[in-house]
């Protein structure tokens, strides 16, 4: 079996999600419905994040998992810093934001993908903090990632 780029299987998540989300909402109403969705994605990142660790969770082993994120040209990014305790770029260009918005999933996109990295981070090591402002899925010209390892 061969792995799916990260791409290719958010789209079949989102493809799967959305009616489900959909069918909740009409049971449960759509604030919870979203807010049970979001916290299953943070879940299955949190997760993801402590297996990707079972390799090392330096900041130098966590750059592997960003560059997965890049496959395909899944992510469009400029390196501000990358040393030994920072890893600092701005997304130039994301592909995520543009499959929701054409599978008409704008609304969603924030929760099933943005809202994985934080919870993806603290798996992986809560000694590297991650900062971001602002999101293009949020419409914001770029992303900006800033992970710092905490010293001392």
């Known amino acids: 079996m061969f792995p799916l ?6 789209e079949v998540e989102a493809g799967v ?7 909740f909402a009409r049971e ?3 604030p919870r419905a979203r807010e049970i969705v979001a916290g299953v994605v943070r879940e299955l ?13 330096t900041l130098a082993h ?4 960003v560059a997965k994120w890049t496959e395909g040209g899944a992510l469009e990014l400029t390196v501000l810093r990358d040393d030994d305790t920072a890893l600092e770029f701005d997304v130039t ?3 995520f934001a543009e499959m929701y918005a054409r599978l008409g999933l704008a609304d969603l996109g924030g929760a099933l993908s943005c809202a994985r990295d934080a919870a993806l981070i603290e ?9 971001r402002t602002q999101t293009i899925m949020e419409g914001a010209t770029h992303c900006d990632f ?4 905490q010293t001392g």
């Open 45 to 57: 990142a949190r997760e993801a994040g402590c297996a990707a660790a079972e390799q090392g969770n």
């Open 123 to 131: 798996g992986f090591n809560p000694a590297i903090e991650l900062t």
């Open 62 to 65: 966590f750059k592997a998992t």
């Open 17 to 23: 999600i959305a009616p489900l989300l959909e069918a």
């Open 93 to 95: 260009r994301c592909r």
């Open 28 to 30: 449960v109403g759509a």
């Open 5 to 10: 780029p990260l791409l290719q299987r958010r």
């Open 146 to 149: 800033r992970f710092r390892a």
